[in-house]
């Protein structure tokens, strides 16, 4: 069997030191550098990272805004337009009574502009926001639905249930939509069987 030697065992022997040539330095925000170097920051092309942190900003809509977008269709049933989100394909369609959407639409008002959460875009994200973003995955058919139980969660929502069309080659399989946290999601294995592999009994058995 091969043998694998750490570089520990040559640690005790001098390393040479690193040479750092500070006049090949160019401070590109100095305007003083040589012309002659070849480089002009007009021909510096932008990373898509760099292009959207220099994109203005859009301003985040307001609350009254923001519930356009969320129309009563029952007692029971709230449906999120298309267009909440960016992308949408189907409306969401939330179950909950006038209670829950009383929390629901404080929730987002928090993440709203003047909400105590209108900073944390990145590490907050309001059920309904999730639900409409299920909505823009490819391949789902008829509506991102949410269940009684809804709540902000990792990518869907707690209570998120959603259905894709396996006849579409860009269609999604997701185990870990709704998180990872608390061992939510479902488990996926992949194996070389096929369908005809696992007939009978043999589902079972597994």
């Known amino acids: 069997a091969p043998l694998y030697l750490s570089c520990q065992v040559c640690s005790d022997q001098p390393q040479p030191q690193q040479q750092h040539d500070d006049s090949i330095y160019i401070d590109e925000d100095d305007d003083d550098y040589p012309a002659d170097m070849g480089i002009r920051k007009e021909d510096q092309v932008d990373t898509p990272e760099q292009a959207e942190e220099d994109a203005p900003k859009k301003p985040k809509r307001t609350i009254e805004e923001e519930l356009t977008f969320l129309e009563r269709i029952s007692d029971t049933r709230y ?7 960016p992308n949408m394909k189907v409306p969401a369609e939330i179950i909950v009574n006038s209670d829950l959407q009383t929390l629901l639409v404080q929730e987002l008002r928090d993440t709203c502009c003047v909400g105590p959460y ?3 875009e ?3 994200i309001p059920a309904l926001r999730q639900a409409a ?3 823009a995955l490819p391949g789902i058919v008829k509506a991102s639905l949410a269940m009684p139980d809804v709540h902000s969660g990792y990518g869907f929502c707690i209570g998120n249930v959603a259905a894709f ?3 579409d080659p860009l269609a999604i399989v997701s185990p870990g939509g709704v998180g990872f ?3 939510c999601g479902v488990r996926l294995i ?3 069987l096929t369908e005809a592999d696992i007939g009978g009994d043999v589902k079972e058995k597994l």
């Open 122 to 124: 990145q590490s907050f």
């Open 118 to 120: 209108s900073e944390a």
């Open 181 to 183: 946290d608390i061992n």
């Open 165 to 167: 069309d396996m006849e």
């Open 133 to 135: 973003n299920v909505a």
């Open 79 to 85: 449906q999120v337009q298309v267009g909440f989100v």
């Open 190 to 192: 992949r194996t070389n």
